[in-house]
């Protein structure tokens, strides 16, 4: 089955702090990847995606096929960043979301 | 990013009836539309993708004659819940998307429907 594993549903990090949230994912194939972020009482929001290799907001992941993994990184957290996020994967015309993690900056 | 507005923003309705919800893509031309449901400190569960002018198709565990979608112009789609029941009560968000070479979605902020 094509799926994403979030396996963390809190992180809890130290301001200043480096990130990193994990996410493997479950697919026959290339998979197209992307991480996605809703802040508190906002809608979802795309936050990268794996093959524009850009990084938003300091944040960056790569796709490692060995360990079908596509974790989430960045190395300060930031108060800001506080919000629940969810790895992604597309799925032909569809893309379908882990659980997603909730990370908790502390100040 | 894209315009996506959606309408309710929240409902409250009794038990037993229907609730049509909104969702318009403003600035650009939604070839396909996606429906999702989001419980409480769930992740969201695709029900239903739809195209232009076509039927949609469903998600299995998703029944269709509840979950009534629209999709008749590029620029509008309803989602109708009938006959709602308290365990409809949940947030649905759509998701448009123009196709294209990066075929991104966009997000409609959603709708929280309350079913008493």
């Known amino acids: 089955a094509q799926r994403v594993t979030q396996p963390e549903k809190l992180l809890s990090v130290f301001k200043g702090a480096p990130v990193e949230l994990k996410c493997n994912y479950s697919?026959?194939?290339?998979?197209?990847l992307f991480w996605y972020v809703q802040y508190s009482r906002q809608r979802l929001q795309l936050l990268l995606r794996?093959?524009s290799r850009e990084s938003i907001k300091g944040f960056t992941a790569d796709l490692n096929k060995g360990e079908t993994s596509f974790h989430l990184k960045k190395p300060f957290a930031q108060e800001e960043d506080s919000a629940m996020y969810y790895c992604?994967?597309?799925?032909?015309?569809?893309?379908?979301f882990g659980k997603g993690t909730r990370l908790h900056i502390l100040p | 990013g894209a315009v996506v507005s959606q309408h309710p923003s929240w409902v409250i309705c009794k038990s037993g009836t229907s609730v049509k919800i909104e969702c318009r893509s403003l600035?650009?031309?939604?070839?396909?539309m996606f429906w999702y449901r989001q419980f409480p400190k769930q992740s969201l569960m695709l029900m239903a993708t739809?195209?232009?002018?076509?039927?949609?198709?469903?998600e299995q565990g998703v029944e269709k004659d509840k979950f009534l979608i629209n999709h008749a112009s590029l620029t509008l789609s309803t989602l109708t819940v009938t006959s709602a029941h308290p365990e409809d009560s949940s947030f649905y968000i759509c998701?448009?998307?123009?196709?294209?070479?990066?075929?991104?979605?966009?997000f409609g902020p959603g709708t929280r429907l309350t079913v008493l």
């Open positions: 697919y026959s194939g290339s998979p197209e």
């Open positions: 739809s195209n232009e002018g076509s039927k949609a198709t469903y």
């Open positions: 794996h093959i």
């Open positions: 600035d650009f031309q939604a070839t396909t």
């Open positions: 992604a994967l597309r799925r032909g015309d569809k893309i379908i």
């Open positions: 998701s448009p998307s123009a196709g294209g070479p990066y075929n991104e979605q966009f």
